[in-house]
């Protein structure tokens, strides 16, 4: 009988049922996506702050300070350097997943055929490599220096060009006469090499004033090779707190429990120490023009979303518990004609609320759905990607749902269970 | 005069009567009215914190001499085109090559006030120098020559003129911090303007002066052009690095907080559309007695849409207030920083809300004056 009444309920009031189930799917999917995009907003913004470079930078241990403050004669000859063999071991470390991009560079000096002598660096601009893990990588400056303006040419693309070309800064551009298609010769240290012009850049820096060559060419024009003076790595990180700063200092200092949570977060600083674990004789810094900022960043944005989030939970909650108490009040009269049949108040209690959850279970699952849906647009149209839904979701909506459904029932309930049939059926109440 | 009356006492008087039903569309009408406002205000003042926030990763202009050197004045000149609110650090720099123990590492004078602001990552290990006698080194320069905080060091400088036998300028100063940045800031050392013309001898000017101008890129583009054009001695460039990136990042932001806004603010606005459907709908009755009595379906229309609109204007007031609140509290927690009042946000609020309300309204009432009023009165 119970579940005749609630399946008739169904289909006389269909339409009533319909806006209810209506209400409390929109209110579910405002849930569902601002709860999914608020926690992946992070990682996201974290991505699109890759947009300023590097925060971590790897120097050998022993570069001296006084050569590279003062370029002393061949002052980068006497030095110290990294091997270049060992750059694919940073892809290798814990946090590997987390280091998302990173170059090499070597600097040497070298003579243009007017006689002015320029900063060579050599670098990679889109260096494919296949790591021993299966995974593919393309690394290098293009992604790396993405505020680079190119006013001339193009990017110097080296799996397709190889790496007879540079790319010029356009403070030299400018000095030299410097156009892209142009083949310049630069007479390094130990040899000389003929570098058609791929591009011209304007980075708004003392690059200007530099000529970017493939890794290989500014080796072999130096006599350096195999050799790398430096690396510049773009990883995603966790902001510091007080572990991470105490690292920093002496990871030595921490107790061993510590030391495996600061070890197994992606700090900078634990991703410095694993990388100097794998590069020989290095020291890795946090760049902390970069690293710091963007933790200051990544806080700001996640505390605004979650304050968003907080809102629209909220109101989709108050939505939904308003809807479900004018919905469930405005049906005094059948309640009342029941209750002049003899319905016990239990029982018409039990029939209101079995009615309502069931339109909130169906709301509740479109809603759902069509939450990731709207999640995915927001990913999609502002950061070109999905956005990843944690399962975690899944059982505050339900909770959500559910509470705020039956809230939404207690005030009516009341109504109801004070109603005397006489009245209603006068039609007094 | 006397029917204003009656419809103004008639609709005060559903509005009474009905309280409980009124509290729950004023409830509903008042959270679609904050969030809406509240999410307007967010994503109009978002741009402006959030700027704020980027000036972290430093200085986005550099000034640079066009000869070799510039002078306080100068910087002056170009700061006056920069509107002063925009302002966020100015740190002029001169450049010279010291010795530590005979050995060459470059010096730089600075104001530290200055540095400190538009330079806000450095990381200090023990304090900037706070007087003339102190100093400030790289993590590079301490490691090489092992300073630690409170030594003190004797920093020589040679004047280019000086002759055979003259003696070279020596100061003794105390190292009172150990910057740590990851960058070539580490190889200098940081001492006040003052305590290097006293090495030097001379005051020479500034070699290059560092800005943090919390603006658009775009208005920065103009103010650099603008400082070039104006000083024979000044080069205005922007940092692109930090420009480029900033605008990028900051484009994203501002489009994620926009369509979280728009699909917030679309949902809630058929929530409180369904609602008041409901509490309307169940008013079916009403309507068909007073059809019955006489009524014209305009009549009717009016008076429920008086009360409807009431309703909206109460609740769009009350959420324009509330969402203020909330934006204030939004921005004080994830800022630090007040709000600034949009005061037409306040009547923009309420006509959303009464237009929401009156939509909502006008789809029951017409379906329930379109039927026959003894259908709607038999309850079919």
């Known amino acids: 009988m119970f579940i005749r009444m609630i399946a008739k309920a169904f289909l006389r009031q269909w339409k009533k049922m319909v806006m209810i189930a209506f209400t409390i799917a929109l209110g579910a999917s405002l849930a569902t996506a601002m709860l999914s995009v608020m926690m992946d907003v992070g990682d996201k913004v974290n991505h699109e702050l890759k947009a300023y470079g590097a925060n971590i930078s790897v120097v050998p241990k022993n570069a001296s300070v006084i050569s590279e403050l003062y370029d002393i004669e061949d002052g980068d000859v006497s030095g110290e350097y990294l091997a270049e063999d060992e750059l694919g071991k940073i892809k290798t470390i814990f946090w590997a997943f987390n280091i998302v991009d990173y170059a090499p560079f070597i600097s040497t000096e070298a003579v243009l055929d007017e006689g002015s002598t320029v900063t060579v660096k050599g670098t990679w601009f889109d260096h494919h490599m296949a790591l021993p893990t299966g995974e593919e990588l393309d690394a290098g400056v293009i992604s790396m220096r993405s505020w680079w303006e190119i006013i001339d040419g193009d990017w110097l693309d080296e799996q397709k060009l190889g790496s007879d070309f540079c790319m010029v800064g356009t403070g030299i551009a400018q000095k030299e006469g410097i156009s892209a298609g142009q083949t310049i010769r630069l007479k390094g240290p130990k040899a000389e090499k003929d570098l058609t012009v791929a591009g011209v850049f304007d980075a708004g820096s003392d690059e200007d004033n530099e000529i970017y060559v493939p890794l290989d060419t500014a080796q072999e024009i130096s006599g350096l090779e195999g050799k790398v003076s430096s690396i510049e790595v773009s990883a995603l990180t966790t902001p510091d707190n007080e572990l991470a700063r105490k690292a920093a200092e002496d990871p030595g200092s921490l107790s061993v429990s510590q030391y495996e949570t600061w070890y197994c977060t992606a700090y900078v600083s634990s991703i410095c120490y694993q990388i100097e674990e794998v590069i020989t004789d290095s020291v890795a810094s946090a760049v902390r023009q970069v690293a710091d900022s963007e933790g200051q960043i990544l806080n700001k944005t996640q505390m605004l979303m979650i304050l968003i989030t907080i809102l629209s939970l909220i109101g989709a909650a108050l939505g939904i518990c308003n809807l479900v108490t004018a919905s469930v009040m405005e049906r005094s009269q059948e309640i009342g004609l029941m209750k002049a049949v003899g319905a016990h108040n239990p029982a018409i209690t039990g029939l209101v609320l079995t009615e309502i959850m069931c339109t909130a279970v169906i709301g509740g699952v479109i809603g759902f759905f069509a939450g990731i849906g709207f999640a995915q647009i927001i990913g999609h149209t502002v950061f070109q990607s999905a956005i990843e839904i944690r399962a975690m979701v899944v059982p505050i909506v339900i909770v959500l749902v559910i509470v705020v459904t039956l809230i939404g029932c207690i005030p009516a309930i009341k109504m109801l269970q004070s109603l005397r049939p006489t009245e209603v059926l006068h039609g007094r109440a | ?380």
């Open chain 2, 1 to 380: 005069m006397n029917k204003r009356k009656m419809y103004i006492r008639m609709i005060t008087a559903s509005l009474l009567r009905r309280r409980s039903r009124m509290v729950i569309a004023l409830l509903a009408i008042a959270i679609g009215a904050t969030i809406l406002s509240g999410l307007v205000t967010i994503y109009i003042d978002v741009p402006r914190q959030l700027r704020a926030q980027f000036r972290s990763y430093g200085a986005n202009m550099l000034l640079a001499a066009t000869e070799r050197t510039f002078t306080k004045e100068d910087v002056d000149k170009a700061l006056a085109v920069i509107p002063g609110e925009e302002i966020v650090g100015v740190a002029p720099y001169r450049y010279e090559t010291v010795r530590i123990n005979d050995r060459p590492i470059l010096a730089a004078a600075t104001d530290m006030e200055g540095a400190k602001a538009s330079s806000p990552f450095w990381k200090v290990d023990g304090s900037w120098p706070a007087s003339d006698e102190e100093v400030m080194v790289g993590k590079n320069v301490a490691d090489t020559f092992r300073l630690f905080e409170g030594d003190r060091i004797s920093v020589t400088y040679r004047p280019e003129d000086a002759g055979e036998e003259d003696l070279d300028n020596s100061v003794d100063l105390t190292v009172t911090g150990i910057l740590d940045t990851g960058g070539k800031e580490e190889d200098y050392i940081y001492m006040t303007i003052a305590m290097m013309e006293e090495l030097t001898g001379e005051d020479r000017g500034f070699n290059v002066c560092e800005m943090s101008i919390a603006s658009e890129q775009s208005d920065l583009s103009g103010y650099a052009d603008r400082i070039s054009a104006d000083s024979s001695v000044l080069d205005a460039k922007l940092v692109k690095r930090v420009t480029q990136s900033e605008t990028t990042v900051l484009g994203k932001l501002q489009a994620l907080v926009l369509l979280v806004t728009i699909i917030v603010m679309l949902l809630t606005m058929i929530c409180v559309a369904t609602t008041m459907t409901a509490v309307v709908t169940e008013r079916r009755k009403e309507i068909g007695l007073r059809k019955a009595l006489g009524a014209s379906d305009r009549s009717i229309i009016n008076e429920f849409m008086g009360e409807g609109l009431v309703l909206g204007a109460v609740g769009g007031l009350l959420g324009a207030v509330l969402g203020f609140w909330f934006a204030q509290a939004v921005s004080m927690n994830v800022f630090n920083s007040s709000i600034s009042l949009m005061p037409w946000l306040l009547p923009a609020t309420m006509v959303v809300s009464v237009l929401v309300t009156g939509i909502a309204c006008l789809i029951p009432i017409r379906s329930a004056t379109d039927v026959d009023p003894a259908l709607v009165l038999k309850g079919e």
